[in-house]
Protein backbone atom coordinates (compact mmCIF):
# COMPACT_ATOMS: atom_id res chain seq x y z
CA UNK A 1 0.00 0.00 0.00
CA UNK A 2 1.40 3.43 -1.05
CA UNK A 3 0.58 6.48 1.14
CA UNK A 4 -0.27 9.11 -1.17
CA UNK A 5 -1.54 12.66 -0.81
CA UNK A 6 -3.89 14.85 -3.61
CA UNK A 7 -3.82 18.73 -3.10
CA UNK A 8 -6.49 20.17 -4.70
CA UNK A 9 -9.49 17.33 -4.84
CA UNK A 10 -12.10 19.40 -6.63
CA UNK A 11 -13.51 17.94 -9.76
CA UNK A 12 -10.67 15.97 -11.37
CA UNK A 13 -8.57 15.34 -7.83
CA UNK A 14 -11.35 13.85 -5.54
CA UNK A 15 -12.35 11.03 -8.05
CA UNK A 16 -8.69 10.29 -8.87
CA UNK A 17 -8.27 9.88 -5.37
CA UNK A 18 -10.90 7.79 -4.82
CA UNK A 19 -9.25 5.49 -7.43
CA UNK A 20 -6.46 5.47 -5.67
CA UNK A 21 -7.93 4.83 -2.56
CA UNK A 22 -9.52 1.53 -3.46
CA UNK A 23 -5.76 0.19 -3.47
CA UNK A 24 -3.64 2.77 -1.41
CA UNK A 25 -3.93 5.10 1.69
CA UNK A 26 -4.52 8.69 0.65
CA UNK A 27 -5.18 12.00 2.21
CA UNK A 28 -6.72 14.92 0.37
CA UNK A 29 -6.57 18.76 1.25
CA UNK A 30 -8.37 21.37 -0.53
CA UNK A 31 -8.86 25.14 0.09
CA UNK A 32 -12.21 24.62 0.65
CA UNK A 33 -14.31 21.85 2.39
CA UNK A 34 -14.48 18.76 1.09
CA UNK A 35 -15.90 15.28 2.00
CA UNK A 36 -15.00 11.48 1.03
CA UNK A 37 -16.05 8.11 2.18
CA UNK A 38 -12.98 7.04 1.31
CA UNK A 39 -9.91 9.75 0.78
CA UNK A 40 -8.99 10.85 4.48
CA UNK A 41 -9.31 14.47 3.91
CA UNK A 42 -6.90 16.53 6.62
CA UNK A 43 -4.81 19.28 6.79
CA UNK A 44 -1.27 20.38 4.40
CA UNK A 45 0.71 19.43 7.48
CA UNK A 46 -0.84 16.02 8.00
CA UNK A 47 -1.20 15.29 4.02
CA UNK A 48 2.44 16.14 3.23
CA UNK A 49 3.98 14.49 6.42
CA UNK A 50 1.92 11.06 6.11
CA UNK A 51 2.07 11.02 2.03
CA UNK A 52 5.22 9.81 0.42
CA UNK A 53 3.39 10.57 -3.52
CA UNK A 54 2.22 14.28 -3.32
CA UNK A 55 -0.22 14.75 -6.63
CA UNK A 56 -0.95 18.56 -7.15
CA UNK A 57 -4.15 18.31 -8.96
CA UNK A 58 -5.36 22.06 -8.95
CA UNK A 59 -6.32 24.43 -11.29
CA UNK A 60 -4.89 26.18 -13.84
CA UNK A 61 -7.55 28.34 -14.62
CA UNK A 62 -8.05 30.86 -17.66
CA UNK A 63 -9.27 34.12 -17.52
CA UNK A 64 -13.07 35.26 -17.58
CA UNK A 65 -14.33 34.48 -21.31
CA UNK A 66 -11.53 32.39 -22.52
CA UNK A 67 -13.38 28.88 -22.11
CA UNK A 68 -15.04 28.61 -25.13
CA UNK A 69 -19.02 29.11 -23.91
CA UNK A 70 -18.83 32.27 -25.68
CA UNK A 71 -17.09 34.01 -28.64
CA UNK A 72 -13.04 34.96 -27.47
CA UNK A 73 -11.02 34.71 -30.81
CA UNK A 74 -11.80 38.23 -31.39
CA UNK A 75 -9.95 38.53 -27.58
CA UNK A 76 -6.22 39.21 -26.70
CA UNK A 77 -4.52 35.43 -26.46
CA UNK A 78 -3.44 34.80 -22.79
CA UNK A 79 -1.96 32.12 -20.74
CA UNK A 80 -3.84 30.13 -17.94
CA UNK A 81 -3.07 31.19 -14.02
CA UNK A 82 -0.16 29.09 -12.29
CA UNK A 83 -0.78 31.03 -8.83
CA UNK A 84 -2.55 27.31 -7.19
CA UNK A 85 0.43 25.31 -8.40
CA UNK A 86 3.32 27.83 -7.01
CA UNK A 87 0.93 27.62 -3.63
CA UNK A 88 1.11 23.77 -3.77
CA UNK A 89 4.64 23.66 -4.55
CA UNK A 90 5.26 26.29 -1.60
CA UNK A 91 3.53 24.07 0.87
CA UNK A 92 4.97 20.69 -0.13
CA UNK A 93 8.34 22.69 0.56
CA UNK A 94 7.26 24.22 4.01
CA UNK A 95 5.74 21.06 5.28
CA UNK A 96 7.93 18.40 3.85
CA UNK A 97 10.88 16.90 6.43
CA UNK A 98 11.79 14.00 4.51
CA UNK A 99 12.05 13.60 0.53
CA UNK A 100 8.81 13.14 -1.46
CA UNK A 101 7.89 12.36 -4.92
CA UNK A 102 5.97 14.94 -6.49
CA UNK A 103 3.40 14.55 -8.97
CA UNK A 104 1.97 17.71 -11.38
CA UNK A 105 -1.49 16.44 -13.13
CA UNK A 106 -2.73 20.13 -13.65
CA UNK A 107 -3.14 21.23 -17.47
CA UNK A 108 -0.41 23.55 -18.42
CA UNK A 109 0.88 24.91 -22.20
CA UNK A 110 4.30 23.74 -23.12
CA UNK A 111 7.44 24.89 -21.44
CA UNK A 112 5.84 26.01 -18.06
CA UNK A 113 7.20 23.59 -15.88
CA UNK A 114 10.50 24.31 -16.56
CA UNK A 115 10.31 27.82 -16.96
CA UNK A 116 8.04 28.63 -14.02
CA UNK A 117 7.54 25.42 -11.18
CA UNK A 118 10.78 23.24 -11.25
CA UNK A 119 12.91 25.95 -9.73
CA UNK A 120 10.50 26.69 -6.96
CA UNK A 121 10.63 22.95 -5.37
CA UNK A 122 12.98 22.20 -3.02
CA UNK A 123 15.63 19.34 -4.85
CA UNK A 124 15.03 17.15 -2.24
CA UNK A 125 12.28 15.76 -3.79
CA UNK A 126 11.79 14.25 -6.86
CA UNK A 127 9.30 15.66 -9.59
CA UNK A 128 7.32 14.25 -12.44
CA UNK A 129 4.56 16.20 -14.85
CA UNK A 130 1.84 13.54 -15.40
CA UNK A 131 -1.28 15.16 -17.39
CA UNK A 132 -4.29 13.08 -17.41
CA UNK A 133 -6.29 12.65 -20.41
CA UNK A 134 -9.77 12.34 -18.59
CA UNK A 135 -12.98 13.75 -19.42
CA UNK A 136 -15.99 15.20 -16.82
CA UNK A 137 -18.96 12.38 -16.47
CA UNK A 138 -15.98 9.34 -16.87
CA UNK A 139 -13.62 10.11 -14.34
CA UNK A 140 -13.05 7.35 -12.72
CA UNK A 141 -13.51 5.01 -16.25
CA UNK A 142 -10.92 7.32 -17.84
CA UNK A 143 -8.75 7.26 -15.11
CA UNK A 144 -8.52 3.53 -14.72
CA UNK A 145 -9.18 2.85 -18.56
CA UNK A 146 -6.64 5.42 -19.96
CA UNK A 147 -5.56 5.38 -23.92
CA UNK A 148 -1.84 6.07 -22.33
CA UNK A 149 -0.61 7.52 -19.34
CA UNK A 150 1.65 10.03 -20.00
CA UNK A 151 5.05 10.71 -17.64
CA UNK A 152 7.51 13.53 -17.51
CA UNK A 153 10.95 13.66 -16.29
CA UNK A 154 13.58 16.42 -16.63
CA UNK A 155 15.59 14.63 -19.77
CA UNK A 156 12.61 12.66 -20.69
CA UNK A 157 14.30 9.39 -19.74
CA UNK A 158 12.34 6.48 -17.53
CA UNK A 159 14.57 7.31 -14.38
CA UNK A 160 13.82 6.90 -10.93
CA UNK A 161 10.41 7.91 -9.56
CA UNK A 162 8.99 7.59 -13.30
CA UNK A 163 9.33 4.05 -12.92
CA UNK A 164 7.98 4.02 -9.49
CA UNK A 165 4.94 6.07 -10.83
CA UNK A 166 4.35 3.51 -13.33
CA UNK A 167 4.14 0.48 -11.05
CA UNK A 168 2.26 3.10 -9.15
CA UNK A 169 -0.51 3.32 -11.63
CA UNK A 170 -0.51 -0.53 -12.81
CA UNK A 171 -1.70 -1.40 -9.27
CA UNK A 172 -5.37 0.69 -10.41
CA UNK A 173 -5.45 -0.01 -14.28
CA UNK A 174 -8.11 -2.21 -15.34
CA UNK A 175 -6.76 -1.83 -18.98
CA UNK A 176 -3.03 -2.18 -20.14
CA UNK A 177 -2.21 1.24 -21.43
CA UNK A 178 0.58 2.88 -22.86
CA UNK A 179 3.02 4.54 -20.97
CA UNK A 180 4.73 8.07 -22.94
CA UNK A 181 7.87 9.06 -21.12
CA UNK A 182 9.01 12.05 -22.26
CA UNK A 183 10.89 15.65 -21.13
CA UNK A 184 8.48 17.90 -19.42
CA UNK A 185 7.54 19.81 -22.41
CA UNK A 186 7.39 16.66 -24.51
CA UNK A 187 4.54 15.46 -21.66
CA UNK A 188 3.19 19.17 -21.49
CA UNK A 189 3.09 19.02 -25.22
CA UNK A 190 1.23 15.64 -25.50
CA UNK A 191 -1.86 16.47 -23.60
CA UNK A 192 -2.24 19.85 -24.56
CA UNK A 193 -2.11 18.80 -28.83
CA UNK A 194 -4.03 16.03 -28.08
CA UNK A 195 -6.91 18.32 -27.25
CA UNK A 196 -6.02 20.24 -30.06
CA UNK A 197 -6.27 17.16 -32.28
CA UNK A 198 -9.78 16.55 -31.31
CA UNK A 199 -11.18 20.13 -31.46
CA UNK A 200 -9.58 19.98 -34.95
CA UNK A 201 -11.50 16.92 -36.14
CA UNK A 202 -14.73 17.93 -34.34
CA UNK A 203 -14.01 21.12 -36.44
CA UNK A 204 -13.45 19.04 -40.03
CA UNK A 205 -16.16 16.84 -39.19
CA UNK A 206 -18.71 20.06 -38.73
CA UNK A 207 -17.48 22.05 -41.58
CA UNK A 208 -18.55 19.13 -44.06
CA UNK A 209 -21.65 19.12 -41.77
CA UNK A 210 -21.57 23.30 -42.99
CA UNK A 211 -20.92 22.05 -46.80
CA UNK A 212 -24.10 19.43 -46.42
CA UNK A 213 -26.58 22.02 -45.59
CA UNK A 214 -25.36 24.56 -48.62
CA UNK A 215 -24.71 21.99 -50.88
CA UNK A 216 -27.56 20.13 -50.63
CA UNK A 217 -28.37 15.74 -51.35
CA UNK A 218 -25.64 15.18 -48.84
CA UNK A 219 -26.16 13.61 -45.67
CA UNK A 220 -23.04 14.28 -43.42
CA UNK A 221 -22.56 10.77 -41.68
CA UNK A 222 -22.40 9.12 -45.15
CA UNK A 223 -19.65 11.30 -45.93
CA UNK A 224 -18.00 11.14 -42.42
CA UNK A 225 -18.58 7.35 -41.57
CA UNK A 226 -16.95 6.56 -44.77
CA UNK A 227 -13.81 8.60 -44.25
CA UNK A 228 -13.78 7.06 -40.62
CA UNK A 229 -13.65 3.61 -42.08
CA UNK A 230 -10.21 5.02 -44.44
CA UNK A 231 -8.07 4.00 -41.48
CA UNK A 232 -5.12 3.62 -43.81
CA UNK A 233 -4.32 6.97 -44.32
CA UNK A 234 -6.79 8.58 -42.17
CA UNK A 235 -7.23 8.43 -37.52
CA UNK A 236 -9.79 5.73 -36.05
CA UNK A 237 -13.55 6.60 -36.05
CA UNK A 238 -13.66 8.74 -32.86
CA UNK A 239 -14.91 12.26 -33.21
CA UNK A 240 -15.84 11.55 -35.99
CA UNK A 241 -19.57 12.43 -35.81
CA UNK A 242 -20.99 16.02 -37.34
CA UNK A 243 -22.94 17.23 -34.19
CA UNK A 244 -22.45 20.04 -31.94
CA UNK A 245 -18.54 21.59 -31.77
CA UNK A 246 -15.83 20.10 -29.22
CA UNK A 247 -16.61 21.73 -25.57
CA UNK A 248 -15.99 21.21 -21.93
CA UNK A 249 -13.76 22.45 -19.09
CA UNK A 250 -10.13 21.40 -21.10
CA UNK A 251 -10.42 21.56 -24.96
CA UNK A 252 -12.08 24.88 -25.94
CA UNK A 253 -9.87 26.85 -23.42
CA UNK A 254 -6.86 24.81 -23.97
CA UNK A 255 -6.36 25.99 -27.71
CA UNK A 256 -7.72 29.33 -26.53
CA UNK A 257 -4.57 29.44 -24.30
CA UNK A 258 -2.89 28.18 -27.29
CA UNK A 259 -3.30 31.18 -28.75
CA UNK A 260 -0.85 33.04 -26.72
CA UNK A 261 1.41 30.35 -26.83
CA UNK A 262 1.96 30.79 -30.56
CA UNK A 263 2.22 34.43 -30.19
CA UNK A 264 4.86 34.19 -27.18
CA UNK A 265 7.01 32.07 -29.33
CA UNK A 266 6.42 34.19 -32.62
CA UNK A 267 5.34 30.79 -35.27
CA UNK A 268 4.32 33.11 -37.11
CA UNK A 269 1.01 31.39 -37.65
CA UNK A 270 -1.95 30.50 -35.51
CA UNK A 271 -3.49 27.27 -35.69
CA UNK A 272 -5.30 26.96 -33.01
CA UNK A 273 -7.23 30.43 -33.55
CA UNK A 274 -8.20 29.03 -37.00
CA UNK A 275 -9.51 25.85 -35.21
CA UNK A 276 -11.53 28.12 -32.35
CA UNK A 277 -12.64 30.55 -35.13
CA UNK A 278 -14.10 27.15 -37.49
CA UNK A 279 -15.93 26.49 -33.91
CA UNK A 280 -17.78 29.79 -33.57
CA UNK A 281 -19.04 30.19 -37.19
CA UNK A 282 -20.20 26.72 -37.26
CA UNK A 283 -21.93 27.70 -33.64
CA UNK A 284 -23.16 30.58 -35.67
CA UNK A 285 -24.88 29.01 -38.44
CA UNK A 286 -26.32 26.32 -36.13
CA UNK A 287 -28.20 29.04 -34.63
CA UNK A 288 -29.05 30.87 -37.76
CA UNK A 289 -30.53 27.79 -38.64
CA UNK A 290 -32.55 27.41 -35.41
CA UNK A 291 -33.60 31.27 -36.18
CA UNK A 292 -34.83 30.30 -39.28
CA UNK A 293 -36.83 27.31 -38.18
CA UNK A 294 -38.11 29.65 -35.27
CA UNK A 295 -39.36 32.57 -37.91
CA UNK A 296 -40.73 29.51 -40.23
CA UNK A 297 -42.72 28.41 -37.80
CA UNK A 298 -43.29 31.61 -35.18
CA UNK A 299 -42.03 29.02 -32.52
CA UNK A 300 -39.89 30.31 -29.48
CA UNK A 301 -35.92 28.18 -29.16
CA UNK A 302 -35.30 26.31 -26.83
CA UNK A 303 -32.17 24.08 -26.62
CA UNK A 304 -32.23 21.03 -24.62
CA UNK A 305 -29.31 20.91 -22.47
CA UNK A 306 -27.03 23.77 -21.40
CA UNK A 307 -24.01 21.98 -19.62
CA UNK A 308 -21.53 21.19 -22.13
CA UNK A 309 -22.69 17.25 -22.17
CA UNK A 310 -25.29 15.36 -20.87
CA UNK A 311 -25.09 13.86 -16.77
CA UNK A 312 -22.86 16.94 -15.67
CA UNK A 313 -23.97 20.00 -14.55
CA UNK A 314 -21.14 22.25 -15.74
CA UNK A 315 -21.44 24.82 -17.97
CA UNK A 316 -17.80 25.63 -18.71
CA UNK A 317 -16.98 25.72 -22.25
CA UNK A 318 -20.33 24.28 -23.47
CA UNK A 319 -21.40 24.84 -26.95
CA UNK A 320 -25.14 24.79 -26.24
CA UNK A 321 -24.04 28.64 -24.57
CA UNK A 322 -21.68 29.85 -27.86
CA UNK A 323 -24.77 28.53 -30.34
CA UNK A 324 -27.20 30.70 -27.63
CA UNK A 325 -24.97 33.72 -27.41
CA UNK A 326 -25.54 34.05 -31.29
CA UNK A 327 -29.30 33.30 -31.05
CA UNK A 328 -28.91 35.81 -28.44
CA UNK A 329 -27.28 38.50 -30.11
CA UNK A 330 -29.22 38.11 -33.24
CA UNK A 331 -32.01 39.71 -31.32
CA UNK A 332 -34.29 35.87 -30.23
CA UNK A 333 -34.55 35.02 -26.91
CA UNK A 334 -33.24 31.38 -25.55
CA UNK A 335 -34.15 29.16 -23.32
CA UNK A 336 -32.23 26.13 -22.11
CA UNK A 337 -33.78 22.85 -20.77
CA UNK A 338 -31.40 20.82 -18.53
CA UNK A 339 -32.06 19.44 -14.86
CA UNK A 340 -28.08 19.62 -14.06
CA UNK A 341 -26.88 23.31 -15.84
CA UNK A 342 -24.90 25.29 -12.92
CA UNK A 343 -25.55 28.16 -14.54
CA UNK A 344 -29.57 28.71 -13.88
CA UNK A 345 -30.22 31.83 -15.73
CA UNK A 346 -32.52 30.81 -18.65
CA UNK A 347 -33.04 27.08 -17.98
CA UNK A 348 -36.32 26.21 -17.57
CA UNK A 349 -38.06 22.53 -16.51
CA UNK A 350 -41.09 22.80 -18.43
CA UNK A 351 -42.65 23.71 -22.02
CA UNK A 352 -46.30 25.34 -21.55
CA UNK A 353 -46.24 25.28 -25.93
CA UNK A 354 -44.54 24.38 -28.81
CA UNK A 355 -40.88 25.13 -29.59
CA UNK A 356 -37.86 24.39 -32.04
CA UNK A 357 -35.56 22.91 -29.88
CA UNK A 358 -32.18 22.14 -30.63
CA UNK A 359 -31.41 18.35 -29.43
CA UNK A 360 -27.93 19.40 -28.18
CA UNK A 361 -27.58 15.96 -25.84
CA UNK A 362 -26.76 12.89 -27.02
CA UNK A 363 -25.59 10.63 -24.11
CA UNK A 364 -24.81 7.74 -26.26
CA UNK A 365 -22.27 9.66 -28.72
CA UNK A 366 -21.07 11.25 -25.47
CA UNK A 367 -20.40 8.41 -23.37
CA UNK A 368 -20.56 5.34 -25.90
CA UNK A 369 -16.37 4.34 -24.99
CA UNK A 370 -17.72 3.53 -21.99
CA UNK A 371 -20.06 1.06 -22.27
CA UNK A 372 -22.63 3.62 -21.65
CA UNK A 373 -25.62 2.53 -24.33
CA UNK A 374 -28.33 4.80 -23.24
CA UNK A 375 -29.77 7.53 -25.33
CA UNK A 376 -30.58 11.10 -23.74
CA UNK A 377 -34.65 10.95 -22.67
CA UNK A 378 -36.35 14.30 -23.17
CA UNK A 379 -35.77 16.51 -20.11
CA UNK A 380 -39.34 17.88 -20.19
CA UNK A 381 -42.47 16.66 -22.35
CA UNK A 382 -41.18 17.83 -25.89
CA UNK A 383 -45.53 19.92 -27.06
CA UNK A 384 -47.00 18.50 -30.14
CA UNK A 385 -46.59 20.65 -32.80
CA UNK A 386 -42.65 21.19 -32.32
CA UNK A 387 -39.86 21.42 -34.20
CA UNK A 388 -36.43 19.54 -33.01
CA UNK A 389 -33.23 20.10 -34.86
CA UNK A 390 -31.19 17.06 -33.96
CA UNK A 391 -27.30 17.99 -34.96
CA UNK A 392 -26.66 14.24 -34.16
CA UNK A 393 -28.85 12.95 -36.09
CA UNK A 394 -30.73 9.91 -34.59
CA UNK A 395 -34.28 11.02 -33.25
CA UNK A 396 -37.24 9.71 -35.62
CA UNK A 397 -40.37 12.23 -36.48
CA UNK A 398 -43.43 11.46 -34.63
CA UNK A 399 -46.59 12.05 -35.49
CA UNK A 400 -46.68 15.21 -34.05
CA UNK A 401 -43.47 16.70 -33.48
CA UNK A 402 -41.24 17.05 -36.51
CA UNK A 403 -37.51 15.86 -36.31
CA UNK A 404 -34.77 17.94 -39.11
CA UNK A 405 -31.70 15.96 -38.84
CA UNK A 406 -28.88 19.04 -38.99
CA UNK A 407 -26.51 17.93 -41.66
CA UNK A 408 -28.41 15.75 -43.76
CA UNK A 409 -29.67 17.69 -47.14
CA UNK A 410 -30.78 14.46 -48.97
CA UNK A 411 -34.42 14.54 -49.90
N1 LIG B 1 -11.80 18.55 -14.97
C1 LIG B 1 -11.26 17.89 -15.98
O1 LIG B 1 -11.96 17.24 -16.78
C2 LIG B 1 -9.77 17.88 -16.17
C3 LIG B 1 -9.20 16.92 -17.02
C4 LIG B 1 -7.84 16.92 -17.21
C5 LIG B 1 -7.07 17.90 -16.60
N2 LIG B 1 -7.65 18.84 -15.80
C6 LIG B 1 -6.79 19.82 -15.14
O2 LIG B 1 -6.68 19.48 -13.78
C7 LIG B 1 -6.57 20.68 -12.99
C8 LIG B 1 -7.67 20.70 -11.95
O3 LIG B 1 -8.91 20.70 -12.64
P1 LIG B 1 -10.30 20.50 -11.90
O4 LIG B 1 -11.30 20.38 -12.99
O5 LIG B 1 -10.22 19.43 -10.87
O6 LIG B 1 -10.44 21.92 -11.17
P2 LIG B 1 -11.35 22.26 -9.88
O7 LIG B 1 -11.36 23.73 -9.78
O8 LIG B 1 -12.63 21.49 -9.95
O9 LIG B 1 -10.53 21.64 -8.68
C9 LIG B 1 -9.36 22.18 -8.17
C10 LIG B 1 -9.41 22.10 -6.67
O10 LIG B 1 -8.22 22.69 -6.16
C11 LIG B 1 -8.57 23.48 -5.04
N3 LIG B 1 -7.55 24.51 -4.85
C12 LIG B 1 -7.43 25.71 -5.46
N4 LIG B 1 -6.31 26.33 -5.06
C13 LIG B 1 -5.74 25.52 -4.15
C14 LIG B 1 -4.57 25.61 -3.37
N5 LIG B 1 -3.75 26.68 -3.47
N6 LIG B 1 -4.27 24.59 -2.52
C15 LIG B 1 -5.09 23.52 -2.43
N7 LIG B 1 -6.22 23.37 -3.15
C16 LIG B 1 -6.52 24.36 -4.01
C17 LIG B 1 -9.94 24.04 -5.36
O11 LIG B 1 -10.62 24.40 -4.17
C18 LIG B 1 -10.60 22.86 -6.08
O12 LIG B 1 -11.28 22.01 -5.19
C19 LIG B 1 -6.62 21.84 -13.98
O13 LIG B 1 -5.33 22.20 -14.35
C20 LIG B 1 -7.33 21.23 -15.18
O14 LIG B 1 -7.01 21.88 -16.38
C21 LIG B 1 -8.99 18.82 -15.54
Not at 60 to 75: K, Q, R, W
Request: charge should be negative.
Amino acid sequence: MAKIGFIGIGKLGLDCAEVFATKHEVRGYDIYPRTSDSVKVCDIAELVKESDWIFIAVPTPHAEGYDGSVPSSHMEPRDFGHEAVIDAINKVNANATSPKKVVLISTVLPGTTRRKFITLLDPKHEFCYNPYLIAMGSVKWDMTNPEMVIIGTEDGSLTGVAGELIDLYKTIMDNDPRYEVGTWDECESIKIFYNTFISAKVGLVNMIQDFALKIGHIDVDVVTNALARSTMRIMGPKYMTAGMGDAGACHPRDNIALRWLAKEYKVGYDLFDTVMHAREIQAKNLAEFLINQADEHALPIVIHGKAYKPDVEYCIGSYSTLVGHYVKEAGYKVNYLDPLADDPEDVISTLSGPVVVLWAHNRKITYEYTGNQEDTKPYAKIPNGSVIVDPWRKLTDSNDITVIHYGNTRT
